[in-house]
């Protein structure tokens, strides 16, 4: 099933320009300057050259800090960095987007039936995972 759609090179060059944490369900969407979006509603986790340096369940903790941990804010930063590739882990369906050189987000699938992540493209339509598997949607 590799296509326009589903091989993600539409995303390469991309970058992160908005970043909400929803209220009500806990999906964190990630809005591209291209207007596609990610919505995550699993784990995910940053990491600057191979090492994590925060995680979706960091979002508002202290850990000893002066203030609470503000994973928007983390994701927002990442703006500056453009996608440089966009991989899918087979039968997984793990997330994995590469950002400049050092940096990668990586979206954990935490469960076999649920769909814990989707990104949509305004023009070619939607791809969602589930049960690890990509499932692709007409605009």
């Known amino acids: 099933m590799k296509d326009a759609l589903t091989n993600f090179k539409w995303l390469v060059g991309d970058r992160i320009e908005s970043v909400q944490l929803e209220t009500e369900s806990g999906a964190w969407r990630i809005g591209l300057q291209s207007r596609a979006t990610i919505r995550i509603e699993c784990l995910w986790r940053l990491f600057e050259d191979r090492d994590i340096c925060s995680t979706s369940l960091d979002h508002g903790h202290r850990f000893g800090q002066s203030k609470e941990f503000d994973g928007i804010a983390a994701l927002k930063e990442m703006g500056q960095y453009p996608i440089t590739s966009v991989k899918v882990r087979p039968k997984a369906g793990d997330l994995f987007i590469k950002l ?40």
């Not at 940096?103 to 954990?108: A, G, P, T």
């Not at 814990?116 to 049960?131: A, C, D, F, N, Y």
Request: no cysteine.
């Open 100 to 139: 400049g050189t050092m940096f990668e987000l990586e979206v954990i699938s935490i469960s076999a039936g649920y769909k814990p992540w989707q990104i949509t493209h305004p023009t070619l339509g939607s791809v969602v995972v589930s049960e690890g598997e990509l499932h692709k949607f007409s605009a």
